[in-house]
């Protein structure tokens, strides 16, 4: 049985990003999958940011490096190392990276 699939995670992916419940847990089992620093980097920021209460994601730098490796280009990089692995599937990577440029603006930086 595969671990679960943190809020946090659930939250960005999913419910912000508006991705598919399937995209959002094959993403994040892509990662687990893994070894190269780019996916395991987005991976635990993930799970540290997700473990503590809030004020404290801002007081010790958890913010900001979630914010780093949930930047768009991180993130496509990061899309792109997981096929090359064979951890994910051309196609969906295409749909994440659609779903990541539509919230793009013309400078390439996150819509509000």
Not at 91 to 105: G, S, V, Y
């Amino acid at each position: 049985m595969r671990p679960p699939v943190p809020k946090l995670w659930t939250l960005l992916v999913h419910e912000w990003l508006g991705l598919r419940t399937d995209l959002t847990h094959t993403w994040w089992h892509a990662l687990g999958k893994s070894a190269d620093p780019g996916p395991q980097a987005l991976m635990q920021a993930i799970l540290v940011a997700g473990a503590q209460p809030y004020p404290r994601q801002q007081a010790n730098g958890t913010r900001q490096a979630l914010l780093t490796s949930m930047a768009p280009d991180m993130l496509v990089e990061g899309l792109e190392t997981l096929v090359e692995q064979g951890f994910m599937l051309r196609r969906e990577c295409n749909m994440i990276e659609a779903m990541i440029l539509d919230k793009l603006d013309a400078a390439g930086v996150w819509r509000p």
